[in-house]
């Protein structure tokens, strides 16, 4: 969606139009689904969240500045409302449920056609992603599904940029400790950027 | 030739994008040459092409967005006010209603100064009393009524007409909508209690133990209801108030 029909679509919105509303949730649905699932990995939770911040953007639209994207506005509210459930989760339990974290629920496993030994390298990664602090998997996922620049991404979640940028490098160096010993030699699998795709 | 550690350091930001060409060129040669960090920064860009190009989250609920529009549509109608607006309507009133009566109180003489005994009654510009019994006599008992007709009248002067008068008129409109507002507030409250909103309840509640029931009623004693006696007003002399009249 163009930058001016995201405008426009927003200042319908802001007018009452369900049909801008509509417009602006199918566009931005799958995309913030997909990052606060991966914070959560709770199929619910995650819907009830993206339920939530979408009407929170819409009854806040009067405030929302259009010099940004309505993404990172929606991303900020997602974030912000995933940190709040991963609290109270964490105050009634007393503790975080990490199982919830190590292992994708049955549905998740929906991956493109590809050969096994690439299909358990990419759940193998995922599963490393999933262990990553929340802070670190949102700088993760904004960097590298969103395409956010790391000023975009301090912009997004609230933080310091030097912050992002050391959420990134331990993030990496988590993931490099998780898979080292997963692959003797990362160089020969040539075709995995290609599955990926 | 940089050594290991130093392609270390450089991978974030190579992988951020930020490593200059002079840098990412030696970063490459040195990773031709070591097989570790060549290896090392492979699996970091498999990770990132994973994480950006793997779509193996679930789908959402295929109802998704009709729920989400529809939970917006219930509550653009559950709440058609913004509540800063109906407090707004509410307080500006009362907070005028309750300048006048503190800039009231301030202003009246206290007990030492007064020239007059126990029981005995103020003299009353007379258009004071004939304005409140006109205009306030219907929601006054017969009794306070009485004591009005009673109270002593002096003769009213310029000043009373001029400025007496308008202040009056302008705190009983005051009081009139502080009470419309009032009600108005306490309708919103009742509906929404029935709409079951649950934090609104807690606080209605909580308001019910805290506060006593606050009525206004012009009977009431106090100075809503005594302010104008209390003044003590000194007939002037004639050549005053032929030269205030001038004025």
């Known amino acids: ?159 310091p940029m030097a912050t992002v940028k050391s959420h990134l490098h331990r993030a990496r160096g988590r993931l490099r400790d998780s898979l080292a010993a997963l692959v003797k030699d990362w160089t020969q699998i040539p075709s995995l950027r290609d599955i990926a795709s | 030739m940089i050594t290991c550690q130093n392609a270390r350091d450089l991978f974030d930001l190579y992988l951020d994008g930020e490593l200059s ?12 040459q070591c097989l570790s960090c060549q290896n090392e920064l492979a699996m970091l860009e498999t990770c990132g092409d994973v994480i950006a190009l793997d779509r193996g989250e679930p789908r959402l609920s295929a109802s998704f967005t009709d729920r989400v529009l529809a939970a917006r549509r219930s509550r653009m109608v559950s709440a058609p006010r913004r509540w800063p607006l109906v407090l707004a309507r509410v307080g500006l009133p009362l907070a005028a209603a309750a300048s006048i009566t503190l800039a009231i109180l301030l202003t009246m003489p206290g007990e030492n100064t007064r020239t007059i005994t126990a029981g005995q009654k103020v003299a009353q510009p007379e258009d004071v009393q004939n304005l409140l019994i006109g205009q306030t006599g219907a929601s006054r008992s017969e009794a306070a009524l009485k004591e009005l007709r009673m109270t002593p009248k002096v003769a009213s002067s310029g000043f009373v007409n001029e400025l007496l008068t308008p202040l009056i008129e302008q705190g009983r409109v005051t009081v009139e909508r502080t009470m419309r507002g009032t009600e108005d507030l306490k309708f919103l409250i009742q509906r929404s209690l029935a709409d079951g909103n649950q934090p609104l309840q807690e606080l209605w509640q909580a308001t019910q133990v805290e506060m006593p029931v606050f009525e206004f009623s012009t009977d009431s004693p106090g100075p809503s209801i005594r302010w104008w006696e209390t003044p003590t007003i000194i007939p002037l002399e004639p050549a005053e108030q032929d030269t205030l009249e001038a004025l």
């Not at chain 1, 292992?103 to 929906?110: H, L």
């Not at chain 1, 960097?143 to 991404?153: A, L, P, Q, T």
């Not at chain 2, 060409?21 to 031709?32: F, G, R």
Request: aromatic share 8%; charged share 30%.
């Open chain 2, 21 to 32: 060409a002079s840098l990412q060129t030696e970063l490459h040669a040195h990773c031709l």
């Open chain 1, 1 to 159: 969606m163009t930058r001016s029909k995201e405008r426009k679509l927003v200042a319908e919105a802001r007018n009452g139009s369900e049909d801008a509303a509509r417009q602006l949730v199918d566009s931005h649905k799958d995309r913030l689904f997909a990052f606060v699932w991966r914070i959560m990995r709770k199929h619910d939770e995650a819907e009830d969240i993206c339920q939530e911040a979408f009407l929170r953007a819409f009854d806040s639209l009067d405030s929302f500045s259009s010099q940004y994207r309505f993404s990172t506005w929606l991303f900020t509210i997602g974030y912000r409302l995933c940190l709040n459930h991963i609290r109270r989760r964490k105050s009634l339990t007393g503790e975080m449920d990490f199982s919830s974290l190590a292992s994708p629920e049955p549905d998740a496993a929906v991956c493109l056609a590809e050969s096994e030994d690439a299909r358990l390298m990419k759940s193998k990664i995922w599963e490393a992603v999933g262990r990553l602090s929340p802070p670190q998997k949102a700088a993760v996922m904004l960097f590298y599904r969103e395409g956010m620049s790391c000023e975009d991404i301090a912009r997004t979640l609230e933080i």
